[in-house]
């Protein structure tokens, strides 16, 4: 066994474990741990860190989770991931949870919310509004006293009340992680033979639900490890992945994108791990600086108010061009308003420009591949034929 | 029966002047460009129309559009479009109904043409889509957008700050966009002016939705209620005309009661009436006339609705307040029914069920509509528990007719009365 594929076995186990043992075995380290989890697309982990607890970020459970109990909860048009959140729920595999979090990613997850605070009275539940107010006056006022009311909150929740230093110890934590994900993405945008888009969503994954120290140590024995062990360099097209950033595609979707004859070069999967797109100071007062790092450097996303009137119709073109990307695949869960609804002006913004895109739609728990095989493949040969314009 | 059909026509004189009233507004805003009355397209949920107003503008509201297009068979066309253009068929028909109307000529539902907007005021209230919405819109206009993010009451309430956060955006953000584009400063008296109307218009139509309480109901709480709440949702909240229309039908349900005589439906009037229900979710807009008559043809009267409350929860005690502009708006803008949390809704329809003393209660669940129906499940269970009634539970669409299936959904409110009936019986 290589170094490679023994950090690659160990997020595909922590991918696979519904159980989620890698927490559990964490909590019955010491006693009185506790953890909180929270869903797509984007919450303070620093915050939840800060006050003693783990955060667990709770995707569903992709194709590998019949859902029995989770369809009783939902209508046929709404998207799969919070019937499997309440199928994972409902058969006790989060008993551990000691507070859930439900940022404002759509309304789905929104009124999930409110039948938490129902099916789970003794949990701590919090909606989070996101600000959408990209000033600092009145968003980043906002953002603030959020931040604050979770801060103490979470601090009653587990018993351990975050001080000012506790809060920038985890700020600086996160900040490893993320510069960590980002040179990971930056070694698979430049050399994406090293490092495939499989393993690096495994990775990210594991991400989610480990401590971040053992995250750090894993990615960087993995970074060591793909130079150490360079995959072949194949002729593929270079496309972003735009639309997954909630709803998680199946692990077979993302490889049959690969193996049809294209390198993801840019994604927006488990985006929220990077939404902040610069350092939170560690100077001054924690909280503001985490208010005000989102307010000023959260990245465009389709669950925040773009407020530029321009930034949709130019957001693939800058997106493609800072990737080195040939085209953009437009891959939303089915039903997931955030994705489809942004779909028309991103894709006309691209198409304006020349960028060759394709669009299909998955559900955590699709099965059969052949057709995305097929878009893929064709779009990839298309690309290589005749190019973007 | 001769003697109950005339009766209705005198007394409907409401609906007559309201129909008015929404003609002259769409004829106004079609001379709106040539006037030079500046307009301001908005939600419903959250609608500012008294401050609008109080800088002479005149408000769109773009659901209305799209539930008017829906009844008048023109939904159909104008989805098609928008799915041609490249919108999903998953999502909301009413922004595909207007992003087609939009590209069919923008021609409005009384047939004439609608303005250009000087202002999006995109009042961010109690759903998602609002906000891609504007976002598609901007596409089109070249006109500035004013965000007003109206926290969501997580915890069922609206916490001070999140009021404070309300109020604040109002005064720094979108009062100096409203001056900047009418060209009129800030007037907080003839603000006062409005509200003072608008208090008044809510009184009155509370009046109206409360005389349901009676036996039989005076009204149709659902299919009736979203014609009494029509012009205070639109334009007229806040205004003389608006007044006048509310006392005008307060005064035909107050004739109603006197006379112990129910609402009139398509059918005609509805005396006898054998089932109270309360109803949750939007209805129908395609075959709303269809969708209605399967209730009436049972002699089932809706007396609650939570759908004639997104607009506001005026019989929960909230009315604007001239004393306190801003603060009212923020109070307002937080309380209407879908920026409520979940465990708030079941609570409001757990209330309808008692305090107006309905045999059962049905969900109208929506395709189109994530805000009201995820969830809608769990809420029947909990309905169903805590008032010992049980629910029924139809699918359907706000405008696109293609997911109306009228024999389903008329067999399933037949057999859900039918049990109703059974149940009375066995009691």
């Not at chain 1, 909150?153 to 994900?181: C, F, M, N, W």
């Not at chain 1, 496309?239 to 070069?265: N, S, W």
């Not at chain 1, 420009?353 to 893929?376: H, L, M, T, V």
């Not at chain 2, 003072?196 to 509370?206: K, N, Q, S, W, Y």
Request: aromatic fraction near 10%; charge should be negative; charged fraction near 25%.
């Amino acid at each position: 066994m290589s170094a490679r594929s023994d950090v690659v076995d160990w997020a595909l186990e922590c991918y696979h474990d519904l159980d989620f043992g890698v927490v559990h075995g964490w909590l019955e380290e010491e006693s009185g741990r506790t953890a909180a989890g929270y869903l797509p697309v984007y919450a303070p982990r620093e915050i939840i860190h800060a006050c003693g607890m783990l955060p667990v970020g709770i995707y569903g459970g992709g194709d590998q989770l019949e859902i029995i109990r989770g369809d009783a909860f939902y209508q046929s048009y709404i998207c799969h991931l919070p019937r499997s959140v309440v199928e994972l729920a409902q058969s006790g595999r989060l008993d551990f949870l000691s507070a859930m979090l439900f940022p404002s990613t759509c309304d789905v997850i929104r009124n999930l919310s409110g039948m938490w605070q129902l099916l789970f009275p003794e949990q701590y539940v919090r909606y989070l509004d996101l600000p959408h107010q990209r000033n600092t006056e009145l968003g980043g006022a906002f953002w603030e006293r959020e931040l604050r009311t979770l801060l103490k909150d979470l601090g009653e929740v587990s018993g351990r009340t975050a001080t000012e230093e506790d809060l920038k110890r985890s700020i600086g934590v996160y900040r490893e992680v993320r510069h960590l994900i980002l040179e990971l993405y930056r070694v698979r945008r430049e050399e994406p033979w090293l490092v495939p888009t499989e393993e690096l969503y495994l990775l990210m994954r594991a991400a989610e639900v480990v401590p971040p120290e053992t995250f750090l140590e894993q990615g960087r024995a993995y970074l060591e490890a793909v130079h150490a062990e360079p995959g072949r360099r194949r002729d593929n097209s270079r496309v972003v992945i735009v639309g997954a950033f909630c709803e998680q595609p199946p692990l077979g979707l993302i490889k049959t994108i690969e193996r049809a004859g294209c390198y993801i070069v840019d994604d927006d999967f488990l985006v929220g791990n990077r939404l902040l797109e610069q350092d939170v100071p560690t100077d001054g007062d924690p909280v503001r600086a985490l208010a005000d790092t989102f307010i000023r450097h959260a990245s465009k996303t389709s669950i925040l108010y773009e407020p530029d009137p321009a930034g949709k119709r130019h957001l693939m073109a800058e997106r493609v061009a800072a990737a080195g990307a040939d085209g953009v695949i437009f891959a939303a869960p089915s039903f997931c308003d955030p994705a489809l609804l942004d779909r028309p002006m991103l894709r006309a913004g691209a198409e304006a420009e020349g960028i060759p895109c394709i669009a299909f739609k998955y559900s955590e728990n699709s099965g059969q591949f052949q057709q995305f095989r097929e878009q893929a493949g064709t779009f990839s040969d298309a690309i290589k034929l005749w190019g973007g314009t | 029966m001769a003697a109950e059909k005339a009766s209705w026509v005198h007394k409907d004189r409401s609906m007559e002047l309201q129909k008015k009233m929404i003609a002259r507004h769409f004829e106004r805003l079609e001379r709106a460009p040539r006037c030079g009355e500046p307009v301001v397209y908005t939600f419903v949920p959250g609608n500012l129309t008294e401050l609008i107003r109080s800088f002479g503008a005149l408000p769109v509201l773009p659901e209305i559009n799209a539930l008017q297009s829906g009844m008048r068979g023109k939904s159909k066309d104008y989805i098609a479009a928008a799915e041609r253009a490249g919108h999903s068929e998953d999502v909301c028909t009413y922004v595909k109904c207007d992003i087609g109307m939009l590209k069919s000529g923008n021609i409005g539902p009384t047939g004439t043409k609608l303005p250009d907007p000087d202002l999006l005021l995109l009042s961010y209230t109690g759903c998602y889509t609002f906000m891609k919405w504007f976002e598609l819109l901007r596409e089109e206009y070249n006109c500035p957008t004013v965000f007003l993010q109206v926290p969501y009451q997580g915890d069922g309430r609206l916490a001070p700050e999140h009021r404070e956060y309300i109020t604040d955006q109002i005064r720094k953000d979108l009062i100096p966009a409203l001056e900047q584009v009418t060209g009129r400063s800030y007037d907080e008296d003839l603000l006062r002016h409005h509200l003072g109307l608008a208090a008044e218009t809510e009184d009155h139509l509370v009046a109206v939705l409360e005389s349901a309480k009676n036996r039989p109901s005076p009204i149709d709480a659902y299919f009736g209620g979203v014609y009494y709440v029509g012009p205070i949702f639109s334009a007229f909240r806040g205004t003389e005309e608006g007044v006048e229309y509310y006392k005008e039908l307060r005064s035909e349900v107050e004739a109603r009661v006197a006379a112990g005589l129910g609402p009139i439906t398509p059918d005609g009037p509805l005396n006898d009436q054998r089932f109270r229900l309360v109803v949750e979710g939007p209805p129908n807009w395609t075959s709303f006339r269809e969708f209605w008559r399967m209730f009436s043809e049972e002699h089932a009267v809706v007396v609650a609705s939570t759908y004639t409350k997104v607009g506001g929860t005026y019989d929960f005690g909230f009315r604007h307040d001239p004393d306190d502009p801003l603060g009212t708006m923020a109070d307002y803008c937080g309380g209407c029914y879908t920026n409520l949390n979940l465990p708030s809704r079941i609570d409001m329809l757990v209330t309808y069920i008692r305090d107006y003393e309905a045999d059962g209660f049905l969900i109208n669940s929506v395709k189109s509509c994530n805000s009201f129906s995820a969830g809608q499940l769990m809420m029947l269970r909990e309905v169903e528990k805590r008032t010992g009634i049980p629910g029924a539970f139809i699918e359907s669409d706000l405008v696109d007719p293609r997911y109306f299936s009228a024999a389903n959904i008329k067999n399933r409110i037949e057999s859900y009365l039918q049990m109703l009936a059974a149940r009375a019986g066995a009691a």
